[in-house]
Each structure stands twice: as C-alpha cells, then as structure tokens.
C-alpha cells in the first residue's frame, strides 16, 4: 500500500537556520514525489516535484530511492517560509495524491 | 497557473439537510477531479475521483450514497452532502487537472461544512 510518512508535525527553527523536512514514503513502484505547501488562509500549492529538480523559493528535495525520502531542505530559513508542508507521492499518470500529515514549519525572528 | 474555484468557502447548515458544493476550473478544462476532506489538523484524506462524464470513483470507507458526486462538465464537479449530521463537518477541498499524464493537480480554497 502507499504510505507517506512526515515524522515531525512541528518544525521551529531560527531564522536564517537550515531547515530540513523529512518525508519518507512506501510504494512498491516508482512513484512521482511532491511536496505541496499551505500558507496561512491560502490554498493548498504544489512547491516541488522529484522530476523536475528544480529550486523553488530557496527549497531543493532530493529523491533516495535507497531510503525511500525526498525531504525537504532549504539552507536559509525566511520568516515568509513558515506553513504548513505536505508530501504527497502518486503512481505514474494521473492517479489520486496520497498525501502525508504534514509538518508546520515556523520560523522565528 | 490554473485556477480552481469552490462554492460557497463556508456553509452552516442543520442536520438532516442536504448540502452542495461546487468546484469549477476556471480557466481550463479538467477531465478528472478529486475530493478530499481534511479534519483539523490533519492530512487530506482522499475521498473520491471523479471523471467528466463517468461515475466517480470512492474510496474505501467514504458512502457513495451519502457524499453524491457530479462531473457533467469540463469544468464542474458537485459533491453533494446528503442528509448531513455533525460528524460531516469538516473541510472539503478539490482538486482539478488535465488529462495529460503526468500534470499537476491544481486546488481549491476548500469549503468549511459545519453541520448543527
């Protein structure tokens, strides 16, 4: 079965500070990794994609098929970063998002 | 990028009454949608896919007949809350893509359902 797992519901970090947002998933396939964001009162947007990889916003996640993660990194942390971060994988095509339970990132000033 | 509107953003209603919310995407045209609900605090549960002009698709679990979904068109789906009680409120979101493979999943701002 597909399985996302986001260990940590709650991320603070310093501003400025690297941050690192773990996200590993359970897929028997070869699934598409994504990593969608939820700012305060906005709707749910996509930030990254494992098959683009691309840099948004500062934040890079790399796909490890060894340890089955994609996490999440960026290596200086804004105050504009802090949401709420989903990982979500999906078979190949155009299947439902299994989503993870997210992880609130905050930034302190 | 797309745009997916929901309708309406809030709604309180009694037990026992019915319920629709809308999704529309506005500015292309999306062969296939998903609801999901979301409780507070938690992850989006999937819980059905929808094609245009087929029947959609549940999740194990989620009553067909008790959340009713549409998708005649290109650019509409319904999901329709069928004699709600309490324990159906929650936060409904969908999302809207395109039929080429592998294109993003574009969401709505959600619909907060308070059943009293």
């Known amino acids: 079965a597909q399985r996302v797992t986001q260990p940590e519901k709650l991320l603070s970090v310093f501003k400025g500070a690297p941050v690192e947002l773990k996200c590993n998933y359970s897929?028997?396939?070869?699934?598409?990794l994504f990593w969608y964001v939820q700012y305060s009162r906005q709707r749910l947007q996509l930030l990254l994609r494992?098959?683009s990889r691309e840099s948004i916003k500062g934040f890079t996640a790399d796909l490890n098929k060894g340890e089955t993660s994609f996490h999440l990194k960026k290596p200086f942390a804004q105050e504009e970063d802090s949401a709420m971060y989903y990982c979500?994988?999906?078979?190949?095509?155009?299947?439902?998002?299994?989503f993870g339970k997210g992880t609130r990132l905050s930034v302190i000033a | 990028g797309a745009v997916v509107s929901q309708h309406p953003s809030w709604v309180i209603c009694k037990s026992g009454t019915s319920v629709k919310i809308e999704c529309r995407s506005l500015?292309?045209?999306?062969?296939?949608m998903f609801w999901y609900r979301q409780f507070p605090k938690q992850s989006l549960m999937l819980m059905a896919t929808?094609?245009?002009?087929?029947?959609?698709?549940?999740e194990q679990g989620v009553e067909k007949d008790k959340f009713l979904i549409n998708h005649a068109s290109l650019t509409l789906s319904t999901l329709t809350v069928t004699s709600a009680h309490p324990e159906d409120s929650s936060f409904y979101i969908c999302?809207?893509?395109?039929?080429?493979?592998?294109?993003?999943?574009?969401f709505g701002p959600g619909t907060r359902l308070t059943v009293l």
């Open positions: 929808s094609n245009e002009g087929s029947k959609a698709t549940y």
């Open positions: 979500a994988l999906r078979d190949r095509g155009n299947t439902p998002l299994v």
């Open positions: 500015d292309f045209q999306a062969t296939t």
């Open positions: 999302s809207a893509q395109v039929a080429l493979a592998g294109s993003e999943q574009f």
């Open positions: 494992h098959i």
């Open positions: 897929y028997s396939g070869s699934p598409e």
